[in-house]
């Protein structure tokens, strides 16, 4: 599986952005999708995942109630809506992909495939 993210530029804070990662090669709809972001000096964190039907999600805490996930498999993509966003949220974000449903993600999560990263960042 090949993954594309784009979608990511400069953006004040409280605004939105939406990412996109286009995924090619296999079957996109039997794949669980996620998104990751690492900022300067950090490690990876985790962001969202959706599972393949697009009717289970799973959110990193920073996330909830800001960030949604969604699919469209027809279009082999998968989005991040971000509204309210904060400067704290300046990362370069991921887009990967795994075969199976990993029931809890954190920043420790291994994905199978891993796309480029678009850059996000947030002025205060």
């Known amino acids: 599986v090949q993954l594309q993210a784009s979608g990511g530029g400069l953006v004040q804070s409280g605004g939105s952005l939406r990412l996109s990662c286009a995924a090619s090669?296999?079957?996109?709809?039997?794949?669980?999708m996620g998104w990751f972001r690492q900022a300067p000096g950090k490690s990876r964190q985790f962001v969202a995942a959706?599972?393949?039907?697009?009717?289970?999600?799973s959110y990193a805490d920073s996330a909830k109630g800001r960030f949604t996930i969604s699919r469209d498999n027809a279009k082999n993509t998968v989005y991040l809506q971000m509204n309210s966003l904060k400067p704290e949220d300046t990362a370069v974000y991921y887009c990967a992909a795994d075969s199976s449903w990993k029931y809890y993600y954190d920043d420790s999560t291994r994905m199978e495939y891993w796309g480029k990263g678009t850059q996000v960042t947030v002025s205060s």
């Open positions: 959706i599972r393949w039907s697009g009717l289970t999600t």
């Open positions: 090669g296999r079957t996109f709809g039997g794949y669980v």
